[in-house]
């Protein structure tokens, strides 16, 4: 088992920063590809970014690329996500999650899943 543990969501206004975090325990975190996700009630769940192992490959949504960068300490079992410039449609419950495959755009790939962390943009 491996538990994900996100913090930092919160109220920001449109333009401003947020730093996501998402902390890992249990089974290994070694060779972990790491993905963070966000949902929109009664919406589909959706990538946002997908990191390797190694930092070595990065992946992005057209819709955050150039604003958000996501990151990674295995030393601490850390995922970060950095988001800048952001907007209102950014609102939405962010999810980190972890498999052993590689990065992949859809959530049935993820094995593990945080309990999501809610961040609000105000116009």
């Known amino acids: 088992q491996v538990q994900l543990v996100e913090f930092g969501g919160g109220l920001v206004q449109a333009g401003g920063s947020l730093r996501l975090s998402c902390a890992a325990s249990?089974?290994?975190?070694?060779?972990?590809?790491m993905g963070w996700f966000r949902q929109v009630p009664g919406t589909v769940r959706e990538f946002v970014a997908g990191?390797?192992?190694?930092?070595?490959?990065?992946y992005y949504a057209d819709s955050v690329k150039g604003r958000f960068t996501i990151s990674r300490d295995n030393a601490k079992n850390t995922v970060y996500l950095q988001m800048n410039s952001l907007k209102p449609e950014d609102t939405a419950i962010y999810y980190c999650?972890?498999?052993?495959?590689?990065?992949?755009?859809?959530?049935?790939?993820?094995?593990?899943w945080g309990q999501g962390t809610q961040v609000t943009v105000s116009s």
């Open positions: 999650a972890a498999n052993w495959r590689g990065i992949y755009l859809t959530p049935s790939a993820y094995d593990y």
């Open positions: 990191i390797s192992w190694s930092s070595d490959s990065t």
């Open positions: 249990g089974r290994t975190f070694t060779r972990s590809t």
